[in-house]
């Protein structure tokens, strides 16, 4: 993220880019959106958040395969075979998906 904003990252360690990170997305007045994907260990998740009341314009995205008790759970289930091929189709877009051999492969995919 920090290489793609203004922020320097000559000279920082790790420690510093996110500190910096954090308080920009801290005082965005934008809307923001962090994901973090196939979560194991939700104790690490502190260090990469903003906090405070400051921190009303972001949203956080946690997946995990851990279930944990939490206010804000949604567990969803996995895709069917269908629904994962429809994905595919819709996301790689209907005119690079016609024809039967990459209907197939997108069934193997799924």
Avoid: Y
């Avoid at 939700?42 to 314009?57: E, M, N, R, Y």
């Amino acid at each position: 993220m920090a290489d793609t904003t203004d922020i320097d990252v000559k000279d920082k360690d790790t420690e510093e880019i996110l500190t910096e990170v954090k308080a920009r997305l801290f005082r965005s007045k934008v809307n923001w959106l962090l994901i973090f994907d196939n979560v194991e260990d939700q104790t690490i998740l502190d260090k990469f958040l903003p906090h405070g009341s400051g921190a009303v314009q972001g949203h956080v995205i946690i997946t995990t395969r851990v279930v944990e008790p939490s206010d804000h759970l949604l567990q969803l289930d996995c895709f069917s075979g269908e629904e994962s091929v429809e994905l595919l189709c819709r996301s790689a877009g209907e005119q690079n998906v016609s024809g039967a051999k990459n209907i197939q492969a997108a069934h193997e995919l799924a």
